[in-house]
């Protein structure tokens, strides 16, 4: 079984705290400004945003490769959207915007392996039935 590590430290109150967020090769701050509001440094949103985005898009590789294809480059960008509910904020949508270069695969044939793909990659499975949607718009691109 495969294990990951991250590590999440955080001082102070919740408005003028100030935290760090670690994991393989990277180290980050995260305030209550950089999650709520427009301040500097990344929020724990940003990283399940990447770990969806990473997740989606290499399994969609997979997915590809099984088809008997090679795609050249896949990029993902998710945007998390956060909102308020009875309990307090939530994570109520994942969007994935995917733009896929693969010579010989049709949009048609792209749409039905990136659904799977958001029904299969682990990350995916982990929001499923969650209060999270996750979305996904796929395209070829030259």
Partial sequence: MKKSNAHAHWTGKIK????????????GAYTFASRFENGRGTNPEELV????AG????YLSLLITEEGLTPENIDTMAEVTMD??????NITEITLDC?????????DKLKKLAAVSKERCPV????AGGTARISVDAQLVG
């Fill in 49 to 52: 945003g990447a770990a969806v």
């Fill in 124 to 127: 995916s499975r982990l929001y």
């Fill in 16 to 27: 003028d705290g100030r935290g760090t967020l670690k994991f393989t090769g990277y180290e």
């Fill in 55 to 58: 997740c989606f898009s290499m």
């Fill in 84 to 89: 308020r509910d009875d309990i307090g904020p």
């Fill in 99 to 107: 733009k896929v270069k693969c010579s010989g695969l049709d949009e």
